[in-house]
C-alpha cells in the first residue's frame, strides 16, 4: 500500500471540500478557493473532518497515482489555509529588483531592464533591493512564476551572479589562473 496515499487527509475549521463527478475536487477556505479536475481512475471520499484516496487495483499506474492525488488534495487545503511562498535572492553588482503596481522590474546587467506581469492569483513582494518573495494559494504556479523569474539570469558558478532561490547551494568553480 502507498506509504503517502493511504494517510487521510485532515481537513482544518474553516475549509470545506467538495468533491464533484469526474473528481473535480474544489476546496473553499480562507484565502481562496482552488479547484482542480483529478484523475479519474482513484475514489475520493470525505469521511468526517478528513478525505480519504483510495485506488481500484495494483497496478503501476495505479500506484503512482494514489500518491500523486492525495498530494494534490493536501496542498489545496494547505493553499487555502496558509498559502505558499518562494523566496528568490538577486546577487550582483548593480543587479536589483523593484516592484511597481503589479509589475516587477529586474535590472539584471542587460541593456534594458526585465519586466514581468503578477500572474492571476500570485503576488510578488520586493523586500530591500535584493530580496522577491513569490505568495500564493496554488503551489503549482507559485513554483512556476519563481521559476520564471529566475529563468531571466540564473546564478552563475564563477561569481554567484544571477538570480537564486533562498535555500539554493551555487556549486562554485575556480576561475582562470596565470600562466607562469
Known sequence: MS????????IPAGVTVEIADNNK??????KGTLEKE????????QEGEAIIVTRPNDLKKMKSLHGLTRTLVNNMVVGVTDGYEKVLEVNGVGYRAAKAGKKLTLSLGY???VEMEDPEGLEAVVEGQNKITVKGIDKEKVGQYAAEIRDKRRP???KGKGIKYADEVIRRKVGKTGKK
Not at 25 to 30: I, S
Request: proline share 18%; glycine share 8%.
Open 111 to 113: 541593456s534594458h531592464p
Open 156 to 158: 552563475e558558478p564563477y
Open 38 to 45: 483529478l484523475p479519474v481512475e482513484m475514489s475520493i471520499k
Open 25 to 30: 475536487v474544489t476546496v473553499k477556505g480562507p
Open 3 to 10: 506509504r503517502i496515499g493511504r494517510l487521510p487527509v485532515a
